[in-house]
Every structure is written in structure tokens, then in C-alpha cells.
């Protein structure tokens, strides 16, 4: 039988997507985010330049995925909804996660992670992820615990940043949020290590280099270390007190699946954010379903995953029938995608369509990804930021500074989180 190749991008196409799609994400940190580089790319709103290149390229090219020219490298953008799915469902298949650069990225502080690994030893990390994070019931078993973990927190938040004067920052926000996590993830008695979230901090920035910075081993290894402490038969709650019920082996390392937990919920303070300078100006819903929702349409609007990699392992067939062999990098640029066109309003901030579950239907809209790698935090991690925001929108707070992001306006594609206060 014979296959036929994806069509090619022509050179002057390749250099634009190094320039407009690879460049802003590399340089946004892809594991830490850099806030100068992230003030740049929201004042040029550089996914805007991005989506207008491939929608272009689409139109030019057709749905298919199209091949891009580096070289020594086979790699493959994704530029239609159809192909999105196929590289999301196959995942396990015919694609890993495990894809070479998020391996080069994230193996600077968590090797051994699930989305890092292949095979069985895959299967054994996801059996035990979802055992501990209770997948895919919306409701942790610990969630009423975990429930007061935040309103204590908020309470704090508040306290510190009410009174005349005085103004909530993105500073305070990341710190009381930092808390939620530690609490969260490795239980009371990690409140108030800053050093267990400086050590993963100074190894993600490493992995913002790939491989180009070298491994501090030094560092990984105190990391694992005091990782390993919370874990013990002295948890103090948190998904720590989970981990002696899951099922697991000798290749499970659940102390690498304890890291990946505290370095994905990092990226929930900056969606929960985001959707506090969305509802700030007046919220027509307080349920924690609607609250939940809002959530997702905040990552829907600024994705924190930039791009979902994949890595082929065998041949694979996409929708225009064209067929890509193992050792192609797929690229899906999650902004290209959740702000496409084709999705209704596209640009407006409609948490319903999380509710009437017609996102859900799209598989192109993927925040958490889908199929067989999707998050399994998904769930816990809409609760703490629902929660939180309940909390704090009590007291409706109003934006003081920053670009104000109108959630009926047509919304930038690029927003930079750090600049935003409120009173
Ligand atoms: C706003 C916060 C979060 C976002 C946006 C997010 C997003 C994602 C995405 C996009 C993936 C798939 C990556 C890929 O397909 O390559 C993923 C995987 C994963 N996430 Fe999250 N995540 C978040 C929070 C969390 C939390 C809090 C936990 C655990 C406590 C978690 C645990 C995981 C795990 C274990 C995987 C790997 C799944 C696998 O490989 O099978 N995530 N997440």
C-alpha cells in the first residue's frame, strides 16, 4: 500500500511560524512563565499573530496537517479540528505524551512523571494518578477538607489586602495560592515550605532552557527528598494521606507524581486569575457549577498549556488521509484552536458553553487535553479556583489596574496576568 505525505509549508511559511508561533512560547518559558516576556507578548498579542498565520495557512493548504521544515526533525502542525482528535484519542496508540521536548523540558524536576513515561510503566503511573486524584468523579473524597483549606487561605488573602489603600497584586494572589497547593497536594505540615516550591521554581526555570541548561542533580535530588517526607505514614492530609491506598508497584515512584501535582497546579492561580478581572465587574451566577465553568473559559480564552505535543510511534493516518511515520513531533497550538473560528463567539467570555456541554463536544477545545492523557486534576483543580473565587468575589472586588478585560467585548488573545489589581 502506498501513503502519501502531508503537504509541506513553504520556507518563507516556516520561517513565520519560528517567528510568530515558536519564538513567543519559547520565550514566555514554557514550564516557568518569564513575566517581562509575558508583558511583551500580551502588549504585541502575539497569539493573535499566530492564529491569523495558520488560519491563513489552512485556507491555503486545506485541513490537512501540514509539515514544517526543520531540520533533522519531522514536525507536523495540526490545523484542523478533525486532526486534533486523532492525535488526542491515538494517544497510547500511535502518539505518546511522552514527546521528546516535553521529555527535555520537565525531566529537569520530574522524570518519571506520568506524562513523561511509555508503555506499562505508563499504565501503572496513570492507574496510580487516578487513584489518588479520584478520576473522574468531580468531587474529591477530600474535597470538604480541601474546601476549608481555601477559605482559610482566602480569609488570609483578604485580610492582607483590604482596608484603605490597599490592593489585591498578582504577588499576594500566587502567594496565598502557593499555600493551597502545599496544603493541598502534601498536606498542613507544607504550608509554609517556600523552599519545597523555590527548589521546584529554580528547576522549572531550568526546564524553560530544554536542553540546553544542564541537570542540577544536586537540586532534583532535594527536591525528591523532601518530597518523599510528606508522602510518609506521617502525611498530614492532602493527596499525600491518598497515596498509601493507591494501587502501585515498583515502578510507580509516587514521589514523581507528587511533583507533577505541584508543578500542574501552578498553572490554576493564573486561569482563577484571569477570571476574577472577568467577573470582577459583576457576576450574574454564584453557584460552583458556574464558577467551575468560568474556570474552564478562562484556560479556553488563555490556554496555560501553550501547545500539546505528541510524538508518533508508529504510522499514523490523518483526517486528509496523508500518513506521518513514528518519530514525528505534532504540534497543537492550543489558542489556534480554542480561538478558531469555527467556535462560536470565539472570542467572548461564555462560560455556558461549558454548562450546556457543547464544548465538551469539540475536542479542538481542550484546556486539559482529552482522550487518554487528559488531566486528571481537571476536577480538583476546578474546585480550589471555584472556591476560591466564591471567596473573594464576596467582598466584589473591582479592577484597579491592568487592561481591563470586558467579558462581553471581544477579549485579546494574549493576556498577561501579572498586571492586574483590584481594590
Ligand atoms: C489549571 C490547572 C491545570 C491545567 C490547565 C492542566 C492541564 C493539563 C494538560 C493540558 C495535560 C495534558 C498534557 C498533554 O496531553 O501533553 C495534563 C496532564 C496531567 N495533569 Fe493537569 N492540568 C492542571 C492541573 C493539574 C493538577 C492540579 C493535577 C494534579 C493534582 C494535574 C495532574 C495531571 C496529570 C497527572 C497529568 C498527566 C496525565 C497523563 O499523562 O496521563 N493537573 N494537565
Redesign the pocket.
Known amino acids: 500500500m502506498t501513503t502519501r505525505a502531508p503537504a509541506r509549508a513553504s520556507l518563507l511559511d516556516t520561517l513565520l511560524l519560528g517567528v510568530l508561533v515558536l519564538v513567543p512560547a519559547v520565550a514566555q518559558g514554557v514550564a516557568l512563565r518569564r513575566p517581562r516576556a509575558v508583558g511583551l507578548a500580551a502588549r504585541l498579542d502575539t497569539n493573535s499573530w499566530a492564529c491569523r498565520l495558520m488560519t491563513r495557512l489552512r485556507h491555503r493548504h486545506g485541513d490537512g496537517p501540514l509539515l514544517v521544515r526543520v531540520p533533522h526533525r519531522r514536525v507536523l502542525l495540526l490545523l484542523s479540528p478533525q486532526d486534533a482528535r486523532i492525535a ?1 484519542e491515538r ?1 497510547t496508540r500511535t502518539l505518546t ?3 521528546r521536548d ?1 521529555v527535555a523540558a520537565l525531566g529537569h524536576f520530574e522524570p518519571g ?5 511509555r508503555g506499562s510503566a ?1 499504565e501503572d ?2 492507574r496510580f ?1 487516578e487513584a ?2 479520584d478520576w473522574p468523579r468531580a468531587d474529591h473524597r477530600l474535597c470538604g477538607r480541601f474546601g476549608e483549606v481555601v477559605r482559610e487561605e482566602a480569609a488570609g488573602l483578604v485580610g492582607r489586602t483590604t482596608g484603605r489603600g490597599a490592593e489585591l497584586t498578582w504577588d499576594e494572589f500566587a502567594g496565598a495560592y502557593r499555600r493551597i ?1 502545599r496544603r ?2 502534601l498536606g498542613d505540615a507544607a504550608a509554609d515550605d517556600e523552599r519545597i516550591t523555590g527548589l521546584l521554581n529554580e528547576l522549572r526555570g531550568d526546564a524553560n532552557w530544554f536542553r540546553l541548561h544542564r541537570r542540577r542533580r544536586r537540586l532534583c535530588a532535594e527536591l525528591w527528598v523532601r518530597t518523599r517526607d510528606y508522602l510518609g505514614d506521617g502525611s498530614t492530609g492532602g ?1 499525600a494521606s491518598c497515596v498509601a491506598d493507591a494501587p502501585r508497584t515498583r515502578r510507580t515512584l509516587p514521589v514523581a ?1 507528587a511533583q ?3 508543578f ?5 492561580p ?3 486569575y484571569l477570571a476574577l478581572g472577568l467577573l470582577a465587574g459583576g457576576i450574574p451566577r454564584t453557584d460552583h457549577d458556574y464558577l467551575r465553568a468560568c ?1 474552564r473559559e478562562s ?1 479556553r480564552l488563555w ?3 501553550l501547545a ?3 510524538d508518533t510511534t508508529a504510522n499514523t493516518t490523518w483526517s486528509d488521509g496523508s500518513t506521518t511515520p513514528a518519530g514525528t513531533t505534532v504540534v ?1 497550538h ?1 489558542s489556534y484552536f480554542h480561538r478558531d473560528a469555527r467556535v462560536p463567539r470565539a472570542d467572548r467570555f461564555e462560560p455556558g458553553r461549558w454548562l450546556d456541554g457543547s464544548a465538551d463536544l469539540d475536542w479542538a477545545l ?13 476536577h ?3 474546585f ?2 471555584a472556591t476560591l473565587l466564591a471567596e473573594l468575589l464576596a467582598h466584589r472586588p473591582r479592577q484597579v489596574g491592568g487592561p481591563r478585560l470586558d467579558p462581553h467585548g471581544p477579549l485579546p488573545r494574549t493576556a498577561d496576568h501579572h498586571v492586574l489589581r483590584f481594590a
Not at 113 to 117: E, H, I, P
Not at 366 to 378: D, M, N, W, Y
Open positions: 488526542l494517544t505524551a511522552a514527546a516535553k512523571a506520568v506524562l513523561l513515561s505508563r503511573r496513570r494518578n489518588v486524584l497547593v493541598v497536594v493527596l507524581q507533577h501535582w505541584m500542574a497546579f501552578d498553572a490554576a493564573i486561569a482563577t474556570v484556560l490556554p496555560t498549556t500539546i505535543l505528541r497543537f492550543s481542550a484546556p486539559f487535553s482529552r482522550g487518554p492523557a487528559e488531566c486528571p486534576g481537571r480538583l483543580v476546578q480550589t479556583s
